[in-house]
């Protein structure tokens, strides 16, 4: 379409229809929506779903039990409680990651209840991995999440001061607990925010897998390292994606990491690159392991549903898709739809798209 004609086409929307109207219009033009229109625009809400205007975008998920009693321990200053709760999780490593990450979360907001651990009990494992954790966090907080070209210098030297002094405190959280993969699957975060060399990380890696072979979230974050945007290339994260898949065993979820690195090799607004093969073909691995293995409804299960739905989506699969739109409705803030300028109104057209289009 002529850019005259765009701009005429827009200018009338704006003057009959409103700017909502228009700005939503622009997504014909650039692929995405704007930043700039509210979550609340939806001329047509859906039957049967949440209103863009009530989704959440904290969460990827509902609020869990163990989150639940988190938030509230770190309310009441009850540092036994959340102590207790990641004691609970010793060599469930997949789970144990996950209560690290939401009392690392918890300790941002308010971290005098783990000032009060780490008095009581200075050389726990536990909080020496949330304390650490908290840092990273933190740090990432500093940065933003804009590419680097974008970030201002107090952005860089706050992030770089922070992300230093966590991979020191990540260091203290290995010694302390040298069978624990959770450091190492923290301390993968912080060799990509400070770029370290490819032998470091692959050292880093094997220490990794050798006390967690197929953890998921790892491998999530090691698949951002590779990645071309950060310390790889798209053959690099690629290669990486598909040797983990191809060697998990069933119910690792894995099987989504090829998905991954396709959607950050091809971008927001690609159609027929995800046409493939090899991405026909992971698809169709994660629906078989989700119907094996997903009647938990765990973090990890969540994540690969919102990937399914928007691939599934973009592979004209919409019956199926709708399927998973179902299952995560409510809750967004994840790969891809966090990727998005407009995190809702984007999420939402994919959802409409396939509701609508299904057979």
Request: proline letters at 5%; hydrophobic letters at 40%; charged letters at 25%.
């Amino acid at each position: 379409m002529p850019q005259y004609i765009q701009i005429r086409y827009l200018a009338y929307l704006t003057i009959f229809k409103g700017p909502e109207a228009s700005d939503a219009a622009t997504r014909l033009l650039t692929g995405t929506y704007p930043a700039e229109l509210k979550a609340d625009y939806e001329p047509h809400p859906l039957t049967g779903f949440t209103a863009l205007r009530d989704l959440d975008t904290q969460r990827f998920m509902p609020p869990s039990d163990t989150e639940l009693e988190i938030d509230k321990a770190a309310s009441a200053g009850d540092w036994r409680t959340a102590a207790a709760l990641l004691d609970q999780t010793w060599r469930r490593w997949d789970e144990r990651s996950h209560v690290t990450y939401l009392l690392s979360k918890a300790a941002v907001k308010n971290d005098s209840w783990l000032k009060e651990w780490e008095e009581s009990e200075p050389d726990n494992p536990g909080a020496l991995l949330v304390r650490a954790n908290r840092t990273v966090r933190y740090a990432w907080e500093v940065r933003g999440a804009l590419r680097a070209r974008h970030l201002t210098d107090k952005q860089i030297h706050g992030f770089r001061h922070y992300i230093e002094l966590a991979e020191g405190l990540m260091e203290q959280a290995i010694a302390a607990a040298p069978e624990d993969p959770t450091p190492y699957r923290y301390m993968l975060r912080i060799a990509r925010g400070r770029g370290w060399s490819h032998s470091a990380m692959e050292n880093l890696w094997e220490e990794f897998t050798s006390r967690h072979p197929h953890g998921f979230d790892g491998h999530l974050s090691a698949l951002q390292y590779w990645c071309a945007k950060w310390r790889g290339s798209h053959d690099k994260a690629r290669s990486f994606a598909v040797a983990a898949a191809e060697n998990a065993p069933k119910g690792t979820f894995l099987s989504v990491l090829p998905l991954i690195a396709a959607f950050e090799q091809h971008g927001l607004t690609a159609h027929r690159q995800y046409r493939t093969r090899q991405v026909k073909s992971a698809v169709d691995s994660c629906l078989e392991e989700l119907s094996s293995f997903g009647e938990v409804d765990s973090h990890i299960v969540r994540q690969v549903r919102h990937v399914l739905a928007y691939f599934l989506n973009r592979l004209g699969r919409h019956g199926e898709a709708v399927e998973q739109f179902r299952a995560i409705d409510g809750h967004i803030f994840t790969l891809p739809w966090s990727y998005y300028p407009n995190t809702v109104q984007e999420y939402g057209w994919f959802r409409r798209d396939s509701v609508r289009r299904q057979r």
